[in-house]
């Protein structure tokens, strides 16, 4: 199918071709069509797909016809998890209306109220929006909803794991009944579909193939490591192997970030930290900086690196796994974008075996094993029944506000270069 099939307006599919797209992805072919027909849909694909063009352009297409009612306030609503997703899709709008005569503009957590409550004031036709920040603004009966058409919840199991559950719900009680709901989730089970039963009224349901269980085009690895320096010198390893173009290394705290990315800054590495404890201007600023190339390897927790969307992150290199094993595969999902091969390594530590066995049920596959000639364990590996039983930390919840970032990009870095041929051999060379 080809982009001119689905019944977009040219003032659309100007700005999609000039993007460089040929064709659209499984979920526009399937999501697209659904949403011209004012139909409500949930849909389970994750970042990576082209979920968001599947809601914008569409939306766009709505807003192309004018308003029927009266006032100021936005046509359509969207609500990420995070600020950097919401900056994200905020970005996706401004390209594909290029051509367009459309408002738009975000209301996110950790930025100055004055600009906002002043774009709230004027006309808007697309608001894009962590729900923390925009209740604030609801409270002080700063926005008008009577115009709302079209609600998107973005990444919807993110937001309910974040705590954000109260605040969609009432968020969605303050837009008109008769709005359209789009709901797009990784996954559409347990809470996620107990909402959509809630908020959206005979929705189509479109899943992507298993797309949240499996990364074709992600190679995965890991190395047993017996400790953290031990993990640090393998990840130095990688890193200056020359194989790697952008990287994106999570651990599991701030502090880690910190710790980690400074250490390799003493190595010469052009790294730096991303967590939430930074500003939003630093955080924006440090993606930024990997976006553009002045970094290389971004060192950070889950939570700052949701949402981040650069295209040519060749290696995301788990330092610590995540508690939750859902996580394993949104981190990865950095990596392998728009039809990019990507590389995840994971540096398994005596404290992660119990997660490497709780993700590779998830993922249905068992990860490769892969030794580093020079920085072998002095172990082996524990049997599965003698794995520590680890309790999970429960998540953090946040009342208000969120906290991201996220990284991707496409393309061509040394395709085929490393990951491949290291997998075959399960041993790789240590750098010289
Ligand atoms: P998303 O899943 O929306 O975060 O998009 C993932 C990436 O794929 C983004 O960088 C998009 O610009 C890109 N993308 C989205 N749709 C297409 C398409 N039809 N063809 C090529 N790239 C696309």
Same mark, same amino acid.
């Given at each position: ?167 969609? @719900? ?83 705290? @701030? ?178």
């Amino acid at each position: 199918m080809q982009f001119d099939q689905l019944n977009l307006d040219p003032r659309i599919l100007e700005p999609v071709k000039k993007s460089g797209f040929i064709k659209p992805t499984d979920i526009q072919q399937r999501a697209i069509p659904v949403v011209l027909s004012g139909a409500d849909l949930m849909a389970s694909a994750q970042t990576g797909t082209g979920k968001t063009a599947a809601f914008v352009l569409p939306a766009l297409q709505r807003i192309l016809r004018p308003s029927r009612k009266s006032g100021n306030g936005p046509r359509v609503l969207v609500l990420t998890p995070t600020r950097e997703l919401a900056m994200q899709v905020n970005q996706n709008i401004r390209q594909f209306s290029r051509c367009s005569k459309v408002s738009t503009g975000s209301i996110i957590g950790g930025m100055a109220y004055g600009p906002q409550l002043r774009m709230l004031r004027g006309r808007l036709d697309l608001l894009v929006a962590t729900p923390g920040r925009l209740l604030d603004h609801m409270e002080q009966g700063k926005v008008d909803f009577s115009r709302l058409e079209i609600l998107v919840l973005d990444e919807a199991d993110r937001m309910l794991d974040m705590g954000f559950i109260d605040a969609v @719900k009432d968020i969605a009680a303050a837009t008109p009944k008769d709005r359209q709901t789009l709901l797009f989730s990784a996954t559409l089970e347990g809470r996620v579909l107990q909402v959509a039963k809630q908020l959206l009224k005979n929705p189509e349901s479109i899943a992507l193939a298993a797309s949240n269980k499996r990364h074709k085009s992600i190679e995965q690895h890991m190395h047993h490591a017996d400790s953290k320096a031990h993990k640090q010198k393998l990840l130095e390893h990688h890193l200056e192997s020359g194989r790697l173009f952008k990287s994106l290394v999570f651990t599991a705290t @701030k502090r880690g970030a910190e710790q980690v990315a400074k250490v390799l800054r003493s190595k010469n590495l052009k790294s730096a930290a991303l967590h939430g404890d930074m500003s939003q201007n630093k955080r924006r600023q440090t993606v930024e900086n990997l976006r553009k190339g002045r970094i290389e390897t971004l060192v950070a927790t889950d939570v700052a690196a949701r949402g981040l969307d650069i295209k040519d992150i060749s290696h995301v290199i788990n330092y610590d796994l995540p508690t939750v094993a859902e996580d394993y595969i949104h981190r990865i999902g950095r990596t392998g974008r728009a039809s990019a091969t990507g590389f995840a390594i994971s540096l398994v530590g005596p404290a992660d075996w119990k997660k490497l066995s709780q993700i590779e049920k998830l993922i249905g596959q068992k990860v490769k094993r892969e030794i580093v000639d020079g920085l072998e364990p002095s172990s082996s590996e524990p049997r599965a029944s003698s794995r520590a039983e680890q309790k999970p930390r429960p998540r953090r919840k946040f009342s208000k506000g969120a906290k991201s970032a996220s990284t991707r990009k496409p393309g061509s870095w040394r395709k085929g270069q490393s990951g491949s041929k290291q997998s075959k051999s399960f041993r790789v060379k240590k750098a010289a």
